[in-house]
């Protein structure tokens, strides 16, 4: 009868103990535990969930401390079997902790257990999971557990596959650019490559990746994952083009381009996969007779789309259609030619969106449309810009003027910042933008969103902006269709390439000189000129330079010219102009950087140089630098900027104007031949300016040998400073402000 009784006490002990425990009164428990143990000394379960208890408490080393004197007092067959069975009473509770998502728990206790048991990837794996939740993952868990290795050596691991995706999408979302995240993703491929959807979870993080931090060489790793599930996939080999493209491995992007183009079915898609072949052969810097040939194909592809009409298109493959005349303006400055291209590629696209997405579409037009509810207290003006270049890039560092100098009483500023959601959360490895953040703090809202149209329209709708400002034009298809989708009554086109010609658009930003008094022939918004200029900054910062004209072997006597573009705007005519100029002025010597592959270009002036009687002795090729201030220090080793045509320079040429350097650039018709003749003017310098060829070359020849000239044109650049338009961006925002309330009032009368 007393052992009877004994053991039900007991019982009723552990019950109320666990119950304790359930109840965190974790006091009580501890103290029911102890008995149970004076009770049953030779029950390990009390000393597992004394332990516990205690670690619940915060008392991790007592814990431990109690767990092992019992484990010490086993043999080597009895501690396995022992360790299995506080392992087990851990999992237990931390499966439950999880449950409850009390997380932060769960995480001391399946640390505790990794203690126990290192390589236990039915526990580290979780732990990643809680690590994501508690926001501390960082990437350097997944080296430091061990977690690679244990996949790969595990490869028979009973793991449910749907579960491990899902983990590794979230690392990927949290350590985007950890170098182990591209690892654990390998390691995890065997384990998930059979499901259905596992390439698109992969490809769709590798474009979060570039969305959110412009890390090419990282997202091509994680595309090149997915050639191992499926290597003709057209969208796979799309992406992976392009990255290759923007990582400057022409050749490997070329090659890709070209797969999709011969598995594409559709005009459309064709016509995507020969832009995407010419982007690369653009790059490169020097392939310009196969460029030619490509850019031919492109124009009868598109010709061959403009005759079909397609009505059935889906989003992708319009937000695909968008930049298919991109390249036009670099190869011919015929902007009527070239406008209509575009304007009927933006037709096109207009009409399939109008299909896809009319519920959205119906939507956003009637507020469009909706009576004017007449208010005698007047209101600020809510004025969003959507871009994904709010950062550091050339549209970022010229935009930020304007946002810095609104006048915040008349006008709230909010900021659509595609891309920006990408990796917002995570450890110390995600890479910082110290321009984007200053535009986080600088607009009156700051909406970080990612790459869905959908999202990005719908916020824009729910703030009632009044007048949308697209700062990307057919540089970014997202923001393309966004602007298609009209969720905003107004919306106008500034600053970043030209105009997309989409019809949604309102009003196209220009100014007296960047577009000719014909364009409006030819463009489908209308063109809204400012007084002076279509752009204007106060300045730019400025670092040490870093080059010498000893460090590249030039005389300090001679006389140095300088060519600072992308490998999409050397055509070789003007690259023949400049070669001529370089040779009928002595000791003259040229200088050549921008982004482009180094061999191409290289091959390319050299070529043009030897047909031109120039030795390839007075050539120098630059690399990039690793920020923009030393590259604007670094002008200063120029006596004379030659600038590129059909496509001119535009923050180059800020650039090359802020430092006081003379410039010569070749007027066109278009508006990409026509930015540094604007901003010329504004910075009130003629001297450089060419309407002709012939004028290029004298002014270039000129420059070179008039030393007194060069200085007289740097002294006036300086002199400038204070009283050009080009460099008052107060009164410019003043001027854009006054653009902005003009056309709500427009729009006002005919609401």
Request: proline share 4%; charged share 20%; net charge negative.
């Amino acid at each position: 009868m007393t052992a009877n009784f004994s053991l039900e006490n007991t019982t009723n002990l552990l019950q109320q103990a666990y119950q304790s425990l359930l109840q965190g009164d974790y006091y009580k428990a501890a103290s029911l535990y102890e008995q149970a143990i004076t009770a049953e000394p030779e029950i390990k379960s009390h000393y597992w969930y004394l332990g516990l208890v205690l670690l619940l408490q915060g008392q991790a080393e007592e814990a431990q401390t109690t767990w092992l004197m019992v484990i010490m007092e086993g043999d080597p067959e009895q501690v396995d079997e022992w360790n299995i069975e506080l392992i087990q009473v851990l999992q237990t509770e931390a499966q439950r902790r999880e449950e409850i998502e009390d997380n932060s728990t769960a995480w001391v206790i399946r640390q505790q257990i990794r203690e126990l048991q290192p390589t236990g990837l039915e526990n580290i794996l979780p732990l990643l999971y809680l690590a994501i939740d508690l926001e501390t993952l960082t990437g350097d868990e997944l080296d430091d557990w061990g977690v690679i290795e244990l996949l790969k050596a595990e490869p028979s691991l009973e793991v449910d596959a749907e579960w491990l995706l899902q983990l590794l999408d979230d690392v990927i979302d949290n350590a985007p650019l950890h170098p182990a995240t591209v690892e654990f993703a390998e390691a995890c491929l065997p384990y998930i490559k059979n499901l259905p959807h596992v390439l698109n979870v992969l490809l769709f993080s590798a474009i979060k990746i570039v969305a959110g931090t412009q890390e090419y060489k990282q997202a091509a790793k994680f595309a090149e994952l997915c050639l191992q599930i499926n290597d003709s996939h057209p969208e796979l080999l799309r992406h992976l083009a392009s990255f290759y493209q923007n990582t400057a491995n022409c050749d490997k992007g070329i090659e890709m381009a070209q797969r999709c183009y011969e598995i594409c079915q559709t005009t459309a898609d064709k016509a995507f996969a020969n832009h995407l072949i010419l982007r690369g052969l653009m790059y490169t810097g020097g392939r310009w007779e196969e460029s030619c040939l490509v850019m031919q194909q492109q124009k009868s592809l598109l010709e061959a789309l403009f005759a079909q009409k397609p009505t059935q298109l889906y989003s992708a493959e319009v937000m695909r259609l968008y930049c298919c005349t991109y390249f036009f303006p670099y190869f011919q400055d015929k902007p009527q030619e070239n406008r209509q291209l575009i304007n009927q590629i933006a037709e096109i696209c207009q009409t399939n969106v109008n299909i896809y997405a009319q519920e959205n579409v119906e939507k956003y037009r009637q507020r469009s449309q909706a009576p004017l509810i007449k208010d005698s207290s007047p209101k600020p003006l809510k004025i969003g810009y959507v871009s994904q270049s709010l950062r550091r890039h050339s549209v970022g560092w010229l935009a930020r003027w304007l946002i810095q100098h609104h006048n915040r009483e008349e006008f709230q500023i909010y900021g659509y910042f595609v891309g920006a959601k990408s990796y917002q959360v995570g450890g110390s490895n995600q890479s910082t933008d110290t321009l984007r953040e200053w535009y986080f703090d600088n607009v009156d809202k700051a909406n970080k969103l990612g790459v869905d149209t959908i999202e990005i329209a719908e916020q824009i709708y729910a703030d009632e902006i009044d007048i949308l400002v697209d700062l990307d034009s057919l540089t970014l298809d997202t923001t393309c269709e966004v602007i298609a989708f009209k969720s905003a009554p107004i919306q106008v086109s500034w600053l970043a390439w030209d105009a997309s010609g989409i019809p949604t658009i309102d009003y196209f930003i220009a100014d007296p000189y960047v577009l000719p008094e014909s364009a409006q022939d030819y463009y489908t918004e209308k063109i809204w000129r400012l007084p002076q200029t279509y752009i204007a900054i106060d300045g730019f910062e400025v670092g040490v330079p870093t080059l010498r004209r000893s460090d590249i072997d030039i005389p300090a006597d001679a006389v140095v010219y300088l060519s600072a573009q992308s490998g999409y705007k050397r055509h070789p005519d003007t690259a023949r102009l400049q070669m001529q100029i370089i040779k009928a002025v002595p000791n003259s010597y040229f200088l050549i950087k921008g982004s482009s592959e180094q061999e191409s270009t290289q091959n390319f002036f050299k070529q043009i140089a030897e047909e031109e009687g120039v030795a390839v002795e007075r050539l120098r090729f630059l690399p990039n630098v690793p920020a923009e201030s030393i590259h604007r220090a670094n002008l200063a080793i120029a006596d004379v900027v030659l600038d590129t045509y059909p496509y001119n320079g535009a923050t180059t040429t800020l650039e090359t104007l802020w430092m006081c350097v003379p410039l010569v650039t070749r007027v066109g018709e278009q508006f990409a031949a026509r930015n540094s003749y604007t901003m010329m003017m504004n910075a009130g310098i003629t001297e450089g300016i060419a309407w002709t060829d012939e004028e290029y070359l004298e002014w270039g020849i000129r420059l070179g040998k008039d030393e007194a000239l060069r200085q007289q044109i740097s002294w006036k650049l300086r002199q400038s400073r204070q009283t050009a338009p080009l460099w008052n961006a107060k009164q410019f925002t003043c001027e854009m402000e006054k653009a902005y309330q003009q056309m709500w009032q427009r729009w006002q009368r005919i609401m």
